[in-house]
């Protein structure tokens, strides 16, 4: 990696910032100003001026910290010892004119060395998968393949590598294909498969977890994959005192055409030529206190989206962890598949 990756502008914006940091993969990005370095902007630094502020068109100048941390070049055979000091992910080593002359990177086994997240979860396996037929005309959405197993795999693997080892599937269609997948499997976590007998959407489904979930859970859709500290979420939610904590992905879409907006005397008011929107979207993933399961009525069809407004309406804390573009694999649909299955292919 070199070390033009992690340098930004001050002037920049943050969500230059935000693509640049999925980039470096190091959850901190150093800012420079007519070439010498001013400050550091970490993930934390981002996410906290979104929940504060959700200007989405702020610079970097307006966030970043600009008491950073940093050795001169004399020093750098101590850069381990000072970011296990700091709890930081790369140091700038800079030289007399606070020109970055090198980064050193903790390249720890960030995820084996975790402590255990002992968290359940669950994720909504039943769906019929519409959006990706004809796939799911012969296999559940569940077992579609992404490489060489199938995603609900990729997303059980993902969750016990942070600790994770008691999950629970909520089944319905083709159910008994994914029982028979897993009983083959060799695992060293555990399973849980909750049968719905109707379909009962996103949400209802978890009505049929009373008295088996009484603490803090993690909730999927069974095609996603968000590629982030789930460690790091947890304690979010639980610092915030949130009900649930709902995971948003900022969004970017670019309009392929030139956008007019007329006036109220019909005239044109203002013209974009190819605009780009961003935007934060629901990912499909939660964390979610146990209230909610106990007060679900029984076997009534509901998405989770619904469960989230009516407690948000009737006052409890919702709260939201961003998470940059890149960090969401959605494979809800056919091309995004694609896009995923060649994702894990290159990350593994």
Known sequence: MEIRD????????????????????????????????????????????????????????????YSPKFLYEKDKDNAKEYMKKYSIEAVPIVDDYMEIISVTCWNDKKINNRKKLNVPVVIIAGGFGTRLYPYTKILPKPLIPIGEIPIIEHIINRFHKYGSDKFHLIVNHKKN?????????????????????????TGGGLSLLKHKINSTFILSNCDIIIDEDYEKMYNFHIKEKNLITMVCSLKKIKIPYGVIEISENGEIESM??????????????????????????????IGFPDIIEKYRQAGEKIGVYPIGESSWMDMGQLDEMENMRKRLEYDE
């Open 177 to 201: 294909m994914i029982k028979a997948y897993f009983s083959e499997v060799e695992k060293n976590y555990g399973i849980a498969y909750i049968d719905e007998d109707i379909p009962l959407g």
């Open 272 to 301: 974009k030529e190819k605009p780009e929107l961003s935007f934060f979207t629901n990912t499909g993933m939660y964390i979610v206190e146990p209230k909610i399961i106990n007060e679900l009525e029984d076997n009534m069809p």
């Open 6 to 65: 992690f340098l930004i502008d001050e002037e920049s914006t943050m969500i230059e910032a935000m693509a640049l940091l999925d980039k470096v993969a190091k959850k901190v990005l150093f800012v420079v100003s007519d070439g010498k370095f001013v400050a550091a902007l970490t993930d934390g630094d981002i996410r906290r001026w979104i929940l504060k502020k959700g200007n989405l068109e702020a610079k970097v100048k307006n966030i970043a910290n």
